[in-house]
């Protein structure tokens, strides 16, 4: 399984990033897709996950009604609308991935990505 994350970088208060996430090797239709994200000197927390449809997502309380996840199947690629940015959204995002049920714990997944930075300045 690969999965290569992509969009981060260095964006304003108040701004928005889109960040991306191919995946392959594996049955991507088939797969529950999260975003995770670990700041400096921080444990890595849970920010989304989206159902292999599409149809169902949760949020962590931090990000609601700000980020939006979504899939397209097709692509094999998970996205991470990012908008109203604050400075405590600066981490390293991560994207994960699992075959069964909706899990917000970083030890639930087995799969990860290599992360993007996302610098968000005051």
């Known amino acids: 399984v690969r999965l290569v994350e992509s969009g981060g970088g260095l964006v304003q208060a108040g701004g928005s990033l889109r960040l991306s996430c191919a995946a392959s090797g594996l049955t991507f239709s088939t797969h529950i897709m999260a975003w995770f994200r670990q700041a400096a000197g921080k444990e890595r927390e849970f920010v989304a996950v989206?159902?292999?449809?599409?149809?169902?997502?949760r949020y962590a309380d931090s990000v609601k009604g700000r980020f939006t996840i979504s899939r397209d199947n097709a692509k094999n690629t998970v996205y991470l609308e990012m908008n109203s940015l604050r400075f405590e959204d600066t981490a390293v995002y991560y994207c994960?991935?699992?075959?069964?049920?909706?899990?917000?714990?970083?030890?639930?997944?087995?799969?990860w990505g290599q992360g993007t930075q996302v610098t968000v300045s005051t």
């Open positions: 989206i159902n292999w449809s599409g149809g169902v997502a």
């Open positions: 994960a991935a699992r075959n069964v049920s909706f899990k917000e714990a970083p030890d639930e997944y087995n799969d």
